[in-house]
T-cell receptor, first 116, second 114 residues
Framework: DARVTQTPRHKVTEMGQEVTMRCQPI?????VFWYRQTMMQGLELLAY????????DSGMPKDRFSAEMPDATLATLKIQPSEPRDSAVYFC??????????????FGPGTRLTVT | DQQVKQNSPSLSVQEGRISILNCDYT??????FLWYKKYPAEGPTFLIS?????DKNEDGRFTVFLNKSAKHLSLHIVPSQPGDSAVYFC?????????????FGSGTQLTVLP
């Protein structure tokens, strides 16, 4: 039963601390996405990778957020320093792009981040 | 500027009746549309999709209708069941050959009352 996994599921931290969220995409998928869900903005795309290379991170605050894929089985989203307005649920999703088209994305369960 | 809009944040329906969730889009380049369902504390899960060459796609109790001229799509659930209570997101994708990502709406919370 292939699925996207994310750790941690919950994180509470103080303002100014570094936060790292991890994602394991479905084996064989070549595209990984990071989304953030808030009450005000709904689901926002932060960044996405194709074959481990960043393709678009325009949705991400560059000064404090960074996203990487150290290898094909791990994607990370880091916030440093964290701020209360970063409190949200962060989703990772993966999918397979064939002939330049991605349709379905498979989401992980999310990491609920609370910054106090 | 939201290219995919779900103007109803919430909807309540009686069990057994029809649920209709609506979605509007502004980008005429979108040609593939999807609906996702999300339960609390879980990630969204794919529900049903439709290509722009069709105006209707049906899968069991779920039917998606697409009106390209109005740039509008809707998800019909009939009969509605309490287990359908969730947040529903519509999403749109640009044409084949594009490497762009899906664009999501802000979601509609559906509550099916027993």
């Amino acid at each position: 039963d292939a699925r996207v996994t994310q750790t941690p599921r919950h994180k509470v931290t103080e303002m100014g601390q570094e936060v790292t969220m991890r994602c394991q995409p479905i084996l064989g998928h070549n595209t990984v996405f990071w989304y953030r869900q808030t009450m005000m903005q709904g689901l926002e795309l932060l960044a996405y990778f194709r074959n481990r290379a960043p393709l678009d991170d325009s949705g991400m605050p560059k000064d404090r957020f960074s996203a990487e894929m150290p290898d094909a089985t791990l994607a990370t989203l880091k916030i440093q320093p964290s701020e209360p307005r970063d409190s949200a649920v962060y989703f990772c999703a993966s999918g397979l792009v064939l002939s330049g088209t991605l349709h379905e994305q498979y989401f992980g369960p999310g990491t609920r981040l609370t910054v106090t | 500027d939201q290219q995919v809009k779900q103007n109803s944040p919430s909807l309540s329906v009686q069990e057994g009746r029809i649920s209709i969730l609506n979605c509007d889009y502004t980008n005429s380049m979108f040609d593939y549309f999807l609906w996702y369902k999300k339960y609390p504390a879980e990630g969204p899960t794919f529900l049903i999709s439709i290509s722009s060459i069709k105006d209707k796609n049906e899968d069991g109790r779920f039917t998606v209708f697409l009106n390209k001229s109005a740039k509008h799509l809707s998800l019909h659930i009939v009969p509605s069941q309490p287990g359908d209570s969730a947040v529903y997101f519509c999403a749109a994708s640009p044409p084949r050959g594009s490497a762009r990502q899906l664009t999501f709406g802000s979601g509609t919370q559906l509550t099916v009352l027993p």
